[in-house]
């Protein structure tokens, strides 16, 4: 095949590729509106601003289909600074923390880390004592 | 001898996976942000008259955002073939390919059930030796969505790419035309075990087949059935599976008769 042609090929090929990605890009952002941070983060969307007391709580979380959901789950939500022992219930799709005395993790981190790890956080409930 | 076939089994056989995924195709899923994934697939390939092809792919997948991660691919190969190049158990590395995947639906609709849907773009570097590597970048575009559905996961793929100069994914059968081709995959997941997912961390079967298929512009194309097991815990899954051809329309490379795979995968 001519250099010239393959050369062609070469910039066809390159511009489909970036431009897959873009395409992906916009329809990724046309599916939340950047407006206000709660409205490109569902999961922030769904448990309003503010921290976490110490205390226990359930994350009720969308999502998580598979046991290395588990996995993915803890590395985000044990990066927040007084948030320990996440336990996950795949079939309730109930993630249960412990936020340590001293430690007043905000909602929005909370909430930020499930949805890296992947999922949707539909609700946080506080557990009683 | 049709090296095509050849190329196209390696082509459907390098395909990235990952959580609940299927074993030889892509899947919309991807490693959360800082969160590395390694995996090895061991691959033995037999053709007709005796001729093997064994591949061992070391894969990095890595998350950089919420939606976006990168992995790269390197291939070990070693070659026990008659023509078009003469290999009697000569190893070499393969080609690495690089992928850069970007989420673009994410639908959790319950505790389990979720839609999702990425695109991903990368291309195939020459960087093989030993005569197992290409000469050219190849790039490649793509699309894949996934749903799982309680037991039930769903898979379909697509992947176009554009051989820019001699040979296609697999090196060492290289061929002339330097056709471009397109990968169309389905794939279906059923989870044996557990019946429910409960409190406890237990590992999670399934049972797996896939329809993995390769086109290429020149007329080719290869069809092949993937039945499979996954065994899925939370820090690692094991992959057991098979590839039988049910359609091949080679003109240049030799048939396959089937294709085995062991697979595992590990997440920091």
Partial sequence: MPTRQLRARGLAAA?????????GTVLS???????APSDRNPSLAAVGDGTLAAGRYDL??????????????????????????????????????????????SRAAVAAAITDAGFTLAEIREVPR | MNQTAIACTALLAATP???????NMPAATAPSPGVAI????????????????????????????????????????????????????DFGLGDLELNLELRILREDLNAID????????????PTGTGGFG????????????????GRHGFDAAARFTFVTGHGMHHPIFVTDTADDYANIDLGYAYRL?????????????????????????????????????LLEAPTYALELGLQLPISQDLVHAPDLRFGLLLGLRLIF
């Fill in chain 2, 134 to 149: 290409g000469d050219s970048v190849d790039p490649f575009a793509g699309a894949v969505v996934t749903a799982i559905l």
């Fill in chain 2, 17 to 23: 996976a990952l959580a609940q995924e299927m074993l």
């Fill in chain 1, 60 to 105: 009720v979380v969308h999502g998580m289909s598979c046991p290395k959901c588990i996995s993915n789950v803890d590395l985000q939500l044990k990066r927040i600074d007084g948030v320990v022992d996440p336990k996950v219930d795949m079939k309730h799709g109930i993630v249960a923390i412990t936020v340590r005395d001293g430690a007043a993790p």
């Fill in chain 2, 193 to 229: 075990y557990p019946e429910e997912f409960g409190e406890e961390r237990v590992g999670a079967w399934y049972a797996t087949l896939e329809l993995n298929t390769a086109w290429t512009t020149g007329g080719e194309h290869e069809v092949l059935l993937s039945p499979g097991l």
């Fill in chain 1, 29 to 35: 952002g046309c599916a939340s509106t950047p407006t």
């Fill in chain 2, 38 to 89: 390694p995996r090895v697939q061991a691959r033995a390939f037999l053709f007709e008259d005796s001729q093997w092809l064994l591949e061992q792919t070391l894969r990095l997948e890595y998350g950089i955002a919420r939606d976006l991660s990168i992995a790269a691919d390197l291939p070990l190969q070693q070659g026990f073939f008659d023509a078009p190049r003469p290999t009697d158990g």
């Fill in chain 1, 15 to 23: 511009a489909l590729a970036t431009a897959t990605l873009t395409l």
């Fill in chain 2, 114 to 125: 979720t839609v999702r849907a990425s695109v991903f773009a990368g291309a195939e570097l």
